[in-house]
């Protein structure tokens, strides 16, 4: 029993001996009720001070905990290209690294990095065929969803901004440029509209604008409107349309790309410039239906026209049709084509497919991939013709040929 309590009962026993019977009983009951009061006051304090002590060491510990995550993955492959005048042949090793960390309850971070060690042999008129081993920048960036409601969602992107996220391979393949990006959706999981709007800058798969002196730094905008149903399960549409524009590309790009199909006039490192601009816009989509429990079947396109080259010079269509068929023992059976098609100036060629012959080509592709879903890895290959459109003093109709062993991605 505490000292307070103990001088309370002895101050009632006392008024219980001295006073009158009314106002003795009258002061027992204030000084028990007192004695209530102050106990319970004790108890609930001593209770609160354990909840506050809780509450504020507590979120402080957690809050420190980042959501960390890295995944890798490894493959090995080999190449082959050849034309009339050059060819290569190439093997490979190949290691992937994807790392993701939440920092905030609403801010993200990614970054993405192949580390590559190729050998082989390459007869190349300009060098760009040779086989080139080092590291490898894929993405790298932060997000941050200022809006994450149920039907309406905004995102900001910023860092390395991995250009397939477009859905436009006759446009930019497989580039990381730093840059911007703006993202609204609205909607649920059966119909989504969405708006996006990036501001980037058009670089190397090094990250370097290869700009000479002081030229102006290149930009390249985009601004897209997307539409996404999936009305029920197995089927599943999109349809979108973007709005392009590169700005003052480096007059490198423009002596690289003059031998990758594109018009350039004069001929000097720190003169040479494309002869049209690039403006324009891309349209497409995608269908993916599951037609059994077994099979499934895709199809995607897009069209790419620059607005500021002529007739003959300025469109480009893609078409792409995929199958996805489950084999027994775990494994999918995944075979599919394409065929192509890019005019000399409907794109820089320094950004466009190699695979494809950059631009001024038209052809078709074939690929076969077997995913071994237990076992965690696949195996692809992979067969390219493209022939020229406009004659050229450069270009030769090209084949292209790859095999590659690759695993899943898994979790460190």
Not at 47 to 76: D, H
Not at 206 to 235: D, K, N
């Amino acid at each position: 029993m505490s000292r307070d309590r103990r001088d309370l009962q002895l101050n009632s026993l006392f008024v219980k001996r001295e006073g009158s019977p009314w106002l003795s009983g009258w002061l027992s009951l204030s000084v028990l009720a007192l004695n209530l009061a102050c106990s319970v006051f004790s108890s609930t304090a001593h209770a609160q001070s354990a909840t506050s002590n809780l509450s504020t060491t507590t979120p402080s510990t957690t809050s420190r905990v980042r959501e960390f995550q890295l995944y890798y993955r490894s493959s090995l492959g080999a190449r082959s290209f050849a034309n009339a005048k050059e060819q290569s042949q190439f093997t490979g090793l190949g290691l992937d690294l994807d790392t993701r960390v939440r920092l905030l309850p609403r801010l993200t971070a990614r970054a993405r990095a192949g580390l590559s060690l190729n050998s082989g042999y390459a007869q190349s008129q300009f060098g760009d065929k040779s086989p080139r081993s080092g590291v490898m920048m894929r993405e790298a960036h932060l997000t941050w969803k200022a809006i994450e409601g149920e039907s309406v969602r905004l995102g900001i992107r910023a860092g390395a901004i991995d250009q397939d996220s477009l859905g436009a391979s006759l446009l930019v393949e497989g580039q990381p440029f730093p840059g911007v990006v703006e993202r609204l959706e609205m909607g649920n999981e059966s119909f989504t509209f969405a708006l996006a709007a990036q501001q980037a800058i058009p670089t190397s798969s090094t990250l370097s604008t290869r700009a000479v002196e002081s030229e102006v730094t290149p930009s390249f905008t985009t601004e897209t409107a997307e539409i996404e149903v999936h009305p029920w399960e197995g089927f599943r549409g999109k349809v979108f349309a973007t709005h392009f524009r590169f700005s003052n590309l480096p007059s490198t790009v423009a002596i690289d790309s003059q031998a990758l199909g594109n018009t350039i006039v004069e001929l000097g490192p720190n003169t040479s410039r494309f002869r049209y601009e690039f403006d324009g816009f891309v349209a497409g989509g995608e269908l993916n239906l599951k037609l059994s429990d077994a099979l499934s079947w895709s199809v995607s396109g897009h069209m790419v026209q620059n607005s500021k080259a002529p007739e003959t010079y300025r469109n480009g269509q893609l078409v792409r049709t995929e199958f996805s068929w489950a084999l027994p023992g775990d494994i999918d059976l995944k075979p599919g084509a394409e065929m192509f098609f890019l005019e000399s100036d409907a794109t820089p060629g320094f950004y466009a497919s190699a695979e494809r012959g950059q631009t001024n080509r038209q052809g078709w592709a074939a690929d076969l991939g077997l995913w071994f879903r237990e076992e965690r890895f696949k195996v692809s290959g992979r067969y390219a013709e493209a022939d020229v459109i406009n004659s050229s003093l450069i270009q030769t109709a090209q084949r292209f040929f790859m095999i590659r062993f690759e695993t899943f991605y898994e979790k460190l």
